[in-house]
């Protein structure tokens, strides 16, 4: 079974301000590293915001193309789930935004599961790895 690893950084932005980033896939390639193009493949009309994205990653060993589908609640909670992949099982996450003061806490949550054998904590530690790299990214693409 998969475990999910998660991490928490404050923005000094308010939640609308950091979710509008994180909604805006067309700026990922920018911010996050790994992914090097986005497609938004469908919009929730009555939201504005995409429900199915395709991703093209390349993180040095591992490069996949997936696409991932999300549900939002308003600007506190966006949580995605695994459409369909070359190279990995599931993946399932969400950021999770609290207004604080002076900002915005935001709890990133992953849990990956990849078709090719790998020892759980190497697992662990790429997810790690992927959730400081993206949570470090928003921040920095946030306060600029």
């Given at each position: 079974m998969a475990e999910r690893t998660s991490?928490?950084?404050?923005?000094?932005?308010?939640?609308?301000?950091?979710?509008?980033?994180?909604?805006?896939?067309?700026?990922?390639?920018?911010w996050t590293g790994e992914v090097k193009e986005t497609e938004v493949l469908e919009i929730d009309e009555s939201t504005g915001r995409a429900v199915r994205v395709r991703f093209k990653l390349d993180a040095g060993v591992i490069s996949d193309e997936h696409v991932l589908g999300y549900t939002w609640e308003d600007d506190r909670e966006v949580r995605w789930t695994l459409?369909?992949?070359?190279?990995?099982?599931?993946?399932?996450?969400?950021?999770?935004?609290?207004?604080?003061?002076?900002g915005t806490e935001v709890t990133y949550e992953l849990t990956v599961d990849v078709k090719i054998p790998m020892l759980g904590m190497l697992k662990r530690k790429a997810e790690k790895v992927i959730i400081d790299r993206a949570l470090t990214g928003l921040k920095k693409r946030v306060e600029s």
């Open positions: 991490s928490t950084i404050t923005i000094d932005a308010t939640p609308a301000e950091v979710m509008a980033v994180i909604a805006g896939f067309e700026g990922y390639p920018e459409v369909t992949s070359q190279m990995l099982k599931s993946l399932d996450g969400r950021y999770a935004l609290g207004p604080i003061a002076g």
